[in-house]
């Protein structure tokens, strides 16, 4: 089950896993995104299921949970990937970025594991893999909210493992540095976020795109998150941070 699977991060985790043997449930909001997406897998061999819905919709996201369970069944890996940002300077009081972010990062993520935790606790298997940030462990400058959306993954997965350690299930969070998407490239191309950029120390954004093939690529991502899902059953990743190399030029 892949959240956000439709451009970006979660294409690529999705062109990776796409040859695998993995079924895969694709999720996001666009149907014919979705659509093209799930013809890309099949063309290679691979087989899924397309679901258009919004995670961070509760109820929506309880109606996708239960065709997956109807169709499908409980989903073996769940890899939450979808994810918003912005950068800004927050006296700039941009209250509607703010509640997109909490509505994606943090309530988004909550609505994909509750719908999908208790079948598999009571399935006692299941893999839930976040995509989160570096953010998660290094803050920056201008991107205080989402940088907290981060850190509230990192503690709320710490204290779900403590609920979840007498079962077989497990919680990977992914730490990625700057990843080349379509997403970021526009948010660099922004007037407003480049210049919230650069008063913030973050850099200047002509050359975070200059030097683009130093970032993490998506499927350098989708490579991580199928060695994690390889794991053993006698252990697993707990948070695995992968920072790019342009990170160290700025």
Request: aromatic share 8%; hydrophobic share 40%; proline share 4%.
């Amino acid at each position: 089950m892949i959240t956000g699977a439709s451009k970006g991060v979660g294409r690529g985790i999705v062109r990776q896993l796409a040859d695998k043997g993995v079924f895969l449930v694709l999720l996001a909001r666009g149907r014919d995104a979705l659509d093209e997406l799930l013809e890309e897998v099949k063309s290679v061999g691979g087989k899924g299921m397309a679901i258009p819905c919004s995670i961070s919709d509760r109820e929506g996201m309880k109606a996708m949970a239960q065709k997956v369970f109807d169709e499908v069944g409980v989903p073996d890996f769940l890899v939450n990937n979808a994810g918003a940002w912005s950068f800004q300077d927050f006296c700039e009081n941009d209250y509607e970025s703010w509640d997109w972010m909490i509505d994606v990062n943090i309530r988004g993520h909550l609505n994909a594991i509750s719908v999908f935790l208790p079948a598999m606790k009571k399935e006692n298997k299941g893999h839930i893999i976040n995509i989160t940030s570096d953010s998660e462990r290094i803050p920056f400058p201008g991107v205080a909210v989402y940088t907290g959306t981060k850190f509230f993954m990192d503690g709320c997965m710490q204290a779900l493992r403590m609920e979840l350690k007498n079962t077989k299930l497990k919680i990977t969070n992914i730490l990625p540095g700057f990843v080349w998407t379509d997403g970021l490239e526009k948010t660099l191309r922004d007037p407003v976020q480049a210049k919230a950029m650069k008063e913030m120390g973050l850099g200047d954004p002509e050359l975070f795109i200059e030097k683009k093939d130093l970032m993490i690529q998506p499927e350098d991502l989708g490579t991580t998150v199928y060695d994690v899902m390889k794991a053993g059953d006698n252990y697993y990743v707990y948070d695995m941070m992968v920072r790019d190399k342009l990170q160290e030029m700025v």
